[in-house]
C-alpha cells in the first residue's frame, strides 16, 4: 500500500478508536464518580450550570478519557502508519488537542484544569502513545533478528 495513503488512514482510524475510548470513559464517568446532586450532565445548559458544583475530583473521569483516548488512538496510528511511525500519532494528537481547545472555549471549565487538560492530555500522551509503538516494535524485531 501506498505509504501516504497508509498514514491517512491510519490517522484516521486512530483519531476513531481513540474518540470510542474517550467516549467510553465519559459514559462510565457518572458511575464512577457521581455528578453533583440535583446536576443533569446530558445537555450543555445543565453541563454549564454543574460546573459551579464540581470539586476536582469530578475533573478526574474527563481528565483520564482526553488522555486514555489521546494515548491509544496515537498508539493505533503509529501502529498502523508507515515510515516515520511518529508522526501519525502526534498528527493524532493534535486533532484531539483541537478538539480540547473548543471544548475550553465552550465550556466553561475551572483554569487550573484548562491548563492541565490542554498541557498534558494531549501532545504528551499522543507522543507517548507513539514512542511505545516504535520501541515495541524495534524490540520485535530486535529478538526476530536474534541467532538461533
Not at 460546573?51 to 482526553?66: D, R
Amino acid at each position: 500500500m501506498n505509504p501516504v495513503v497508509r498514514n491517512v488512514l491510519a490517522i484516521i482510524v486512530g483519531f476513531i478508536l481513540g474518540s470510542a475510548v474517550n467516549m467510553g470513559i465519559i459514559m462510565i464517568g457518572g458511575s464512577v464518580i457521581p455528578p453533583p446532586e440535583g446536576s443533569d450532565l446530558a445537555t450543555m445548559e445543565g453541563l454549564t450550570a454543574a460546573m459551579e458544583k464540581m470539586t476536582p475530583i469530578h475533573f478526574v473521569m474527563p481528565f483520564l478519557a482526553h488522555a486514555l483516548g489521546t494515548l491509544f488512538g496515537a498508539s493505533m496510528a503509529a501502529f498502523i502508519g508507515s515510515g516515520n511511525k511518529i508522526l501519525p500519532g502526534i498528527i493524532v494528537s493534535i486533532f484531539f488537542l483541537c478538539g480540547g481547545i473548543l471544548n475550553v472555549i465552550l465550556l466553561p471549565s475551572p483554569l487550573w484544569f484548562s491548563i492541565l487538560d490542554l498541557t498534558l492530555a494531549y501532545l504528551p500522551m499522543g507522543w507517548l502513545g507513539a514512542r511505545f509503538i516504535l520501541k515495541s516494535q524495534r524490540l520485535a524485531i530486535r529478538i526476530d533478528n536474534r541467532p538461533r
